[in-house]
């Protein structure tokens, strides 16, 4: 079940990252508990990984067990096949989600959003396992879902799976919201080239500039940074908030690049911003 020194670079939409010392995508509950007792047994830490589309891995790899979460458990289903599925039933509430390329425990660990919705406003219940293999259920309110994040991101916990709380919808507007936001990515998101989606969190509205909807992207573009490259990571012509990778970046591009962004956003406009993708 565990294989050895496997690449991360395809297991991140980045395509960037060195090897895995381990890694494994476990089938069940007691697969996952068994990898849990190799990692207590030869004192090796882990990772989870989903569709690894939020994270930058190192060039040096992951020193660790890499426990990829696939589509044998419900929470390695993609969002889009969850969407459609409760589509299908005439229902909604994340359907303008449509497009975010996570999988459901990706989606609930950063509590992904788009357009207005978020992931958490159709959680009823979600159930994930302790690093003792315990298996833990959390409420809607358990979880402590706010922008981009929730209370799965100080646990070290599994998720495995969860409950929906769908709202009833005409399945025509749930279509039409969905095509809607598919063209606004096609339109407005490089997909050309890989991505991890936005680098950085929009800051918050209690910030000097603000009262507004202040956007990363906007104050990326602001200090003409879309184009600047380092090696082969590049800011997006398209959308500043995205840093693409133009063929060979590394993980240290891509650090030094973002470096770069707060170091300028910060001498302009006084915010610092944040990273919104994972970093190891
Ligand atoms: C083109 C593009 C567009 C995007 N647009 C958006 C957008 O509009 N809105 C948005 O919010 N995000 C967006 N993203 C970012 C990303 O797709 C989402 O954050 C997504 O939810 C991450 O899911 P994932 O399965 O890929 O998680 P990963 O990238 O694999 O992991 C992200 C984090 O979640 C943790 N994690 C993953 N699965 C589990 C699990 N089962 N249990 C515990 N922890 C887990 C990982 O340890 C890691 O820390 C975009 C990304 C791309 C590439």
């Known amino acids: 079940m565990i294989s050895q020194n496997v690449s991360l670079k395809k297991y991140s ?7 895995a010392k381990f890694f494994a995508e476990p ?7 068994e990898l849990l007792m190799f990692c207590k047994k030869n004192n090796e830490k882990f990772f989870i990984l989903g569709n690894g ?3 930058l891995f190192s060039d040096n790899g992951y020193d660790g067990l890499v426990i990829k979460i696939g589509k044998n458990l419900e929470a390695g289903k993609s969002l889009h096949d969850v969407i459609q599925a409760a589509a299908n039933k005439g229902l909604g509430g994340i359907e303008k989600l449509e497009g975010i390329p996570g999988t459901i425990g ?15 406003d159709c959680i009823k219940s979600v159930v994930s396992v302790t690093t003792y293999g315990e298996i833990v259920t959390r409420t809607n309110e358990e ?8 209370a799965f991101r100080m646990l070290d916990e599994i998720i495995v799976s969860a409950e929906f709380d769908f709202t009833p ?6 279509k039409s919201n969905r095509k809607e936001v598919l063209t606004w990515r096609r339109e407005k998101q490089p997909l050309k080239y890989p991505n991890a989606g936005s680098v950085f969190k929009n800051p918050t509205s209690n910030l000097p500039l603000s009262g507004s909807n202040l956007s990363a992207g906007y104050l990326i573009d602001s200090c003409g940074l879309k184009g600047c490259r380092v090696g082969d990571a590049e ?8 840093i693409v990778n133009r063929g060979n970046a590394t993980a240290s591009d891509v650090k030094a690049l973002m470096e770069k962004i707060v170091q300028e956003v910060k001498k302009k406009h006084g915010i610092v911003l944040e990273p919104e993708i994972c970093i190891f």
């Open 235 to 242: 800011v997006s012509e398209l959308h500043a908030n995205f």
């Open 53 to 55: 589309s939020n994270v």
């Open 27 to 33: 089938k069940s509950i007691a697969e996952i508990r």
């Open 143 to 150: 979880c402590k879902f706010s922008y981009r994040n929730s």
């Open 169 to 174: 919808m005409p399945k025509e507007a749930i």
């Open 13 to 19: 939409t980045f395509k960037i990252g060195g090897p």
């Open 106 to 120: 990706g989606a609930i660990f950063m509590n992904a959003g788009a357009h207005g919705q978020q992931i958490s």
